[in-house]
């Protein structure tokens, strides 16, 4: 498993941009496939994007398709998760993941270790 710590959560009116971070321990980093999801009040966790092991592959939920930018950076163990044009229903807790999946993975059950979540709220 990995520690996964998320930063960068904060209050931003509808159109404006965050910037999650995502610190990762360990030497074994560039082993996991990493991936964001989010979590409304009163909703299931929804996946919000994930990023292979290079970096080269990304994917998307549908929801955030064009808006949002997943990247990673192996050698100071860090994934970053980019929120541009946001919007109202974008408000969530955010959640940083890990797993050793080489398949792209769009669900919680792969996913061995979670971060403790970052809290984004976006005004209308």
């Known amino acids: 498993q990995v520690l996964l710590v998320e930063s960068g959560g904060g209050l931003v009116q509808a159109g404006g941009s965050l910037r999650l971070s995502c610190a990762a321990s360990?030497?074994?980093?560039?082993?996991?496939?990493m991936g964001w999801f989010r979590q409304a009040p009163g909703k299931e966790r929804e996946f919000v994007a994930t990023?292979?092991?290079?970096?080269?592959?990304?994917y998307y939920g549908d929801s955030v398709k064009g808006r949002f930018t997943i990247s990673r950076d192996n050698a100071k163990n860090m994934v970053y998760l980019q929120m541009d044009t946001l919007k109202p229903e974008d408000t969530a807790v955010y959640y940083c993941?890990?797993?050793?999946?080489?398949?792209?993975?769009?669900?919680?059950?792969?996913?061995?270790?979670w971060g403790q979540g970052t809290q984004v709220t976006v005004s209308s």
């Open positions: 993941a890990a797993t050793r999946s080489f398949m792209i993975a769009t669900t919680q059950g792969p996913y061995e270790s």
């Open positions: 360990g030497r074994t980093f560039s082993t996991f496939r």
């Open positions: 990023i292979s092991r290079s970096g080269e592959s990304t």
